[in-house]
């Protein structure tokens, strides 16, 4: 037998072994249990955290303690991975919070770093991340009031001297839309541990993938930007040029709205689906309005105040659903009411959006060009595509309907980068579009340089019949202006001396302005010319004229005074609806009679006028009564007596009324008597037809 003592101590190393053994147990089972990960020699490069990870749905703030027991099928909890989101593992459709945990045991490589990086992928929407209960990291803000970026890029966090413990991650997901497939939520790819410098070359290759995937999409970007700001440059130097403005509408909502959801801008949601759902809104706009220049359907007023109403309701519907996002989603009630009010906007959606089906075909009888035969072809199949992807989309999360995929799974890829039928039907619209916005811009400046040349022409012609320099006129001195309201107007005067020493003077104004305008005023001096030869008579004049105008002006008419001068004085006047000359500061006194071109028998009466030496006669056009000034005053007749008073010249009297504000052609034309020991010194002066009167 052993002695007392030395069984005592005996027994008291059995008891200590059995308790060591114990402890050794108890570590070795936790450590060994299912769901325990552990790393051996971390930190010569990061490591994939791809679980299995335990999960439970729902929120417990007690689910971060590491001392939980989160047996796989004990209190709801069960194993889930990382690589997939928990709608694509029995969850679909779920929204709201739930939790992710993981058993780690990281033993650090020899001669590495005690500090370790944790890399987060993107995670459905906002989650907060423990390390043993405490909180480590977060990104976005909780409900009640949650916020979260649109576009999340992996995050990197510092996790420090991590070694045995349990990483929990609590993760809230936004309520769905009608769109959504409910395959989202939680966690999307495997979190990633390692050294400070592995993990940041692992981001650093995450981001070089992303950016080569999507080397297609940058370009056809740049390309959008570069029409952009093409067409809107193009289009602020000739405004006429209305394609370009739609092209720069087009491509503007393009860009805006594919710009942002697929950029890691530090924009949140709500912020981003406001500016996207109008941006998208004005792309499809765009499209329509492009459509109806480029398949001349424009000139189709009907269809033009329908495209305008809808894009009306379209943008105010598309501003509207993007206000759905600043609501508070962390409220159940009001998450409900967005999505109650995201499904009554989606048929609308889907209904307007095939609005260019309709346009197309009102031109399918149209006789078009290639260019804007391809513009139809693409513009039907992308819009066919688009429809149906939309339509087969909304609700899927209730349907589960999985054809919205097959427009937009990629049928190739080129360097990574993929190509679906939505992005080849896309590019094909945008290309066509494109090249057929270049050769309507290129007939239309051709159109232009065809007009301004016939303008110029018609230019050139006026200055024949509105003479720069006057004729001479014998007791006379003779003062003209003419200031046409645009390049080319419809005002004329004509001096022609006769055999007998006298002088006929006609003066008028043809209805309009313009080229139109100008046209008539070669028609009309030229049949002034051919009746001088065989007739004096001022009212004779002006019925033949009335006879050969008649039927000739579109249902427009001219104004008009002739008069037959003498050298010794008298004046023989006979008006056609014109404002009456003035004899020095009052009117003359003229029976009225219609303008040219009304009635093809209408008569006209002669009456007779003497000028006394020094008497001015003012003859003008209407054009200097309604000159009109900023505050919406006209100039009116008290003004013009006024003026007239002050025995100005031509010059002077057409200077003021420009300054005062010029809206019609201006013409006036002074004729003084003088006396006869100053005619050979009488001022003959015409103002030229530039622009300026300065």
Request: charged share 15%.
């Amino acid at each position: 037998m052993l002695p007392e003592g030395r069984l005592f101590r005996a027994l008291c190393c059995i008891a200590l072994a059995i308790c060591s053994a114990a402890v050794a147990r108890a570590q070795t089972r936790h450590l060994s249990s299912e769901h325990v990960f552990a790393v051996e020699g971390l930190g010569l490069g990061s490591v994939a955290l791809d679980g299995p990870w335990q999960f439970h749905l729902g929120d417990n703030m007690a689910w971060a303690k590491p001392d939980l027991d989160d047996a796989t099928g004990q209190n709801g909890w069960e194993q889930i991975s990382a690589a997939e989101s928990w709608g694509a593992q029995g969850h679909r459709s779920y929204q709201g919070y739930a939790w992710y945990r993981l058993h780690l045991h990281l033993v650090p490589a020899s001669g590495a770093s005690p500090d370790f990086a944790l890399l987060i992928p993107q995670i459905d929407n906002v989650y907060q991340i423990y390390w043993n209960g405490a909180l480590v990291a977060q990104s976005g803000k909780m409900p009640p009031y949650p916020s979260w970026r649109e576009s999340q890029a992996a995050q990197v966090f510092d996790a420090g001297p991590l070694r045995d413990g349990v990483l929990a991650i609590r993760v809230w997901s936004r309520p769905l839309f009608s769109y959504d497939d409910g395959l989202a939520g939680g966690i999307t790819g495997a979190p990633f541990v390692g050294s400070l410098a592995a993990i940041a070359d692992h981001k650093a290759a995450l981001e070089h993938a992303w950016l080569q995937q999507n080397l297609y999409f940058f370009a056809i970007q740049a390309f959008y930007a570069a029409l952009f700001g093409l067409s809107l440059l193009m289009w602020f130097r000739d405004r006429s040029l209305r394609v370009l403005l739609w092209m720069a509408v087009f491509c503007g909502g393009e860009l805006a709205g594919s710009f942002i959801p697929r950029h890691h801008l530090p924009i949140t949601f709500g912020d981003a689906y406001l500016l996207i759902q109008p941006a998208l809104a004005f792309r499809d706009i765009g499209v329509w309005f492009l459509l109806l220049w480029l398949l001349n359907l424009n000139q189709n007023p009907r269809l033009m105040r329908v495209t305008r109403i809808l894009a009306w309701i379209y943008l105010i519907e598309a501003i509207a659903d993007g206000l759905l996002a600043f609501f508070n989603m962390g409220a159940p009630r009001v998450a409900f009411g967005i999505q109650v009010a995201d499904a009554l906007f989606t048929p609308v959606f889907v209904v307007v959006g095939m609005y260019p089906l309709i346009i197309l075909a009102f031109a399918v009888r149209k006789r078009l060009d290639p260019a804007r035969w391809a513009v139809a072809v693409f513009a039907f199949i992308a819009e066919m595509v688009q429809v149906f992807h939309d339509t087969v989309e909304q609700g899927s999360r209730f349907t589960h309907w999985t054809l919205a995929n097959a427009v937009s799974t990629p049928l190739f890829t080129i360097y990574g980068n993929s190509f679906s039928i939505e992005t080849i039907a896309n590019t094909a619209l945008l290309l066509s579009i494109a090249y057929a916005v270049y050769r309507y811009s290129r007939e239309t400046l051709n159109r232009q340089q065809t007009i301004e040349q016939e303008l110029r022409s018609v230019q050139e012609l006026q200055q024949v019949l509105v003479p720069e320099s006057l004729p001479a006129l014998p007791g006379y001195a003779v003062t003209s202006a003419y200031r046409p309201a645009q390049e080319v107007g419809g005002d004329f005067f004509q001096i022609i001396p006769l055999e007998d020493g006298s002088a006929l003077v006609v003066l008028g104004d043809v209805s309009g302005k313009g080229l139109k305008a100008a046209m008539t005023v070669a028609l009309i001096v030229g049949a002034i010319r051919t009746l001088a030869e065989t007739v004096a008579e001022p009212a004779e004049i002006l019925a033949g004229l009335n006879r050969r105008v008649h039927g000739r002006l579109q249902h427009g008419f001219v104004t008009c005074l002739a008069l037959r001068l003498g050298k010794d004085g008298n004046c023989a006047i006979a008006n056609a609806g014109h404002p009456s000359p003035f004899l020095n500061g009052g009117e003359v006194n003229l029976p009225g009679a219609l303008p040219l071109g009304l009635d093809a028998y209408a008569s006209y009466e002669t009456i007779s006028v003497h000028l006394d030496v020094e008497d001015r006669l003012t003859l003008y056009t209407d054009g200097l009564l309604e000159a009109r000034n900023a505050e919406g005053e006209i100039f009116g007749f008290d003004r013009l007596r006024e003026l007239v008073s002050s025995e100005p010249d031509a010059h002077r009297v057409t200077k003021a009324a420009i300054t005062f504000g010029q809206e019609d052609d201006i013409t006036v034309l002074v004729l003084t008597r003088l006396p006869v020991a100053e005619e050979e010194a009488a001022l003959r002066q015409a103002l030229p037809l530039a622009p300026s009167l300065a």
